[in-house]
């Protein structure tokens, strides 16, 4: 499985390019600008986009959305919960003082523990509101694995960081709802399990369980 995560955009969001080797489909996560560097990235390595998956809808996780998918296709994927957000993002672009874009259809609302399938892999998808009503973080895992043959990776979005957890002051946020998603859905994770964030340095599971002073109960 191929694994590529750089910052783009103004914020330095964490996008994720994942893809399966065998039939070249890739999944594009939270895709909030550079855009001429991501679709350089899938065609150096010959992949087709399948789905554009977003953790959530805040403007520096969706700014470049919508001319990936013209440029490249692929389903725009996203949690009914943070439509409101998705539909705002020139509100959201003049709070925040950064520019605006196009919006592009969703085309599909991501589920509390459904697949977002490409190749031999997929997306779990993992609710976790609390930073917005509808953030997700997704786990990779391969079709029929058992769990024990690749590395177990989650993308949080802006839910957990490397010692730290998201925010809850902007639009639809809530403390109590996000240290329940993080306690109940990503603390149940294996400690081994590689932790890619929103923004910012990786980090693992057992290392946040040990050392986030904000899990600290």
Not at 20 to 44: F, H, T
Not at 59 to 68: K, M, P, R, S, Y
Not at 93 to 103: A, H, I, N
């Amino acid at each position: 499985m191929m694994l590529e995560t750089f910052p783009v955009g103004p914020l330095g969001c964490n996008c994720s390019i994942i893809a399966c080797e065998r039939s070249k489909e890739a999944v594009v996560v939270d895709p909030g600008g550079d855009v001429d560097r991501i679709v350089a990235c899938l065609e150096e390595s010959g992949l087709s986009l399948k789905h554009i998956v977003h953790t959530h809808a805040h403007i520096d996780h969706v700014l470049g959305t919508a001319e990936l998918h013209e440029r490249c296709g692929g389903a725009v994927c996203l949690h009914e919960g943070d439509r409101f957000l998705y539909e705002n993002l020139a509100m959201q672009g003049r709070m925040l003082g950064l520019p605006t874009s196009e919006v592009t259809a969703i085309e599909r609302g991501l589920e509390d523990n459904e697949s977002v399938a490409f190749g031999d892999g997929f997306l779990l998808v993992l609710h976790t509101p609390g930073h917005t009503p509808g953030s997700v973080s997704f786990v990779l895992r391969r079709q029929n694995d058992s769990g024990s043959a690749e590395e177990q990776v989650l993308l949080s979005g802006d839910t957990l960081f490397r010692r730290g957890v998201g925010r809850t002051d902007l639009w639809g946020g809530d403390s109590d709802q996000l240290m329940g998603s993080i306690r109940t859905r990503l603390l149940s994770l294996d400690d081994d399990t590689r932790v890619i964030p929103g923004h910012g340095a990786e980090t693992r599971i057992g290392e946040e369980r040990r050392a986030n002073p904000f899990l600290a109960f």
